[in-house]
């Protein structure tokens, strides 16, 4: 018997005129979102990587100068543009393209898409991950909201109860027909989206596919959980346009004002500091600090003692190695403590509002899915400061290679300017590189997306088994 309804159900569904028209149009929608969103991350993909090229050649080809003088000179990160990003472009767009990496100083990643785009860009772009967010459920919603009150309505429903017809097979092969025309109308995007990872130049970045994999599973969870919820809602309303109106002022308040309302909650809590107040505490750190530059320094004055009697000498010109080099070393880590404080109470700030967020996801499904699809596509926050935190270890890097240089072999009777270095040196310094976190990684940073969707299941599931028995016929 239920696969008789799961049938008629199906076969219903396919002779829909309206439905035939709106799974056209809406594949249609994806697919083409997807083939732009693909064609737009090679795109920005390839120009970063020949930007990355050509400022490791500028760079080698700075030419002969001393090492602090080239630490100062700088080099540039660009951030990798994720392969999955064609999927959900997620907070790309408003985190930075790159960092200028120098010494004494902790940049922030610059030069946003958002920057350069006018208002429109706060509406966010036509993605697979707005549609399928967004656009999908309400699908859903016009798909299932007279599943069982049409029926009622008809009379059908009554007649099905006189014939001995349990009401919770016919609530759960009506779910299941839903559900399988809903994966029949998704599954094209992401074939699409497989295909186009595999034949992408270079073969399929390192756990693209399990991501994608995820992803999919993930979006399937969402769909199931629009479907029992309007079956639901079918269930139990009397009258179509009562249920149809019921579920679009849901479709409202989950998609479009709670997300809203999440994000004004989540700044009034944790407010960020002003760019003003961010720098002014920076300055006086590093005010407070050891000044390489400075010989007036006390906490100068107090290092150099210490070197010199740790060489069991009286004078830096007695040492066996540069004291510049050592004072400038010991500034720049004293000033990278200073940055890492500042910058982690910012990151605190945005991480606890993600996390409100990430909560409020067992209040509003939405939400869970929003934030497992950005961790996936590799645009969300967390992707943001792992970039960023790889781009600082490598300017820490690159400008304590020069200081030891400058330590070990700028002896005291060579003058500043005689002392110099070349590309052979210069070279030694390995190009900027990245990699994404692995996909077991974000899932467990996403465990409480994750939990809110099986919990919005599994409280609906229940809910289903325990109440469809109740389904009044009349």
Not at 15 to 28: F, N, Y
Not at 332 to 340: K, L
Request: with cysteine.
């Amino acid at each position: 018997m239920f696969k008789l309804i799961v049938r008629k159900e199906l076969r219903t569904a396919v002779r829909d005129v309206r439905l035939q028209v709106s799974a056209v149009l809406l594949i249609g929608l994806m697919c083409t979102a997807v083939l732009l969103g693909r064609q737009g991350q090679q795109q920005i993909q390839a120009q970063r990587a020949a930007a990355q090229t050509a400022m490791y050649d500028v760079w080698l080809d700075q030419g002969e100068k001393h090492p602090h003088s080239a630490a100062h000179y700088g080099h540039f990160a660009f951030k990798p543009k994720p392969v999955l990003s064609f999927l959900d472009v997620g907070l790309d767009n408003y985190t930075g393209v790159s960092v200028f990496l120098e010494a004494h100083q902790q940049n922030e990643v610059s030069f946003s898409a958002a920057q350069d785009g006018n208002g429109t860009t706060r509406f966010g772009e036509l993605t697979a991950a707005l549609i399928l967010q967004v656009l999908f459920p309400l699908l859903i919603i016009f798909l299932t909201f007279n599943t069982l009150s049409r029926e009622r309505e008809e009379g059908t429903l009554r007649l099905a109860y006189a014939q001995g017809l349990s009401m919770r097979r016919l609530f759960a092969g009506k779910v299941a027909a839903t559900y399988l025309t809903v994966l029949l109308i998704f599954l094209p995007t992401m074939v699409l989206a497989f295909v186009l990872l595999y034949q992408s130049g270079g073969g399929v970045a390192a756990g693209a596919v399990g991501k994608l994999l995820a992803l999919t599973a993930g979006y399937a969870v969402y769909f199931f959980i629009f479907v029992l919820l309007c079956a639901l809602v079918s269930a139990f309303t009397r009258r179509s346009e009562v249920a149809l109106l019921t579920l679009l002022g849901l479709w409202i308040v989950c998609c479009i004002v709670v997300p809203k309302a999440a994000t004004s909650l989540a700044d009034s809590l944790y407010t960020t500091p002003s760019q003003f107040e961010f720098r002014r505490d920076i300055d006086e750190g590093v005010a407070g600090g050891i000044d390489g530059h400075n010989p007036a320094d006390e906490r100068l004055a107090t290092l150099k003692q210490e070197v010199l009697d740790e060489y069991r000498v009286s004078t830096t010109e007695e040492l066996p190695v540069n004291w510049s080099g050592i004072a400038m070393q010991a500034g720049e880590e004293y000033t990278d403590r200073v940055y890492d404080r500042e910058f982690s109470k910012i990151e605190h700030v945005f991480r606890r509002q993600n996390r409100l967020s990430e909560w409020l996801g067992f209040l509003n499904p939405y939400l869970a899915i929003r934030h497992l699809s950005m961790a996936l596509a590799g645009t969300d926050f967390d992707h943001h400061v792992a970039f960023a935190r790889a781009a600082e270890a490598y300017r820490r890097n690159f400008v304590r290679v020069m200081n030891k240089d400058m330590e070990l072999n700028h002896h005291p009777g060579i003058a500043f300017g005689d002392y110099t270095r070349g590309r052979d040196f210069w070279s030694t310094i390995e190009p900027f590189s990245y990699e994404l976190p692995g996909t077991a990684a974000l899932l467990a940073h996403q465990w409480r997306s994750l939990a809110a969707l099986l919990v919005w299941l599994s409280a609906l599931v229940g809910i289903a088994i325990v109440f469809t028995p109740k389904i009044s016929p009349l």
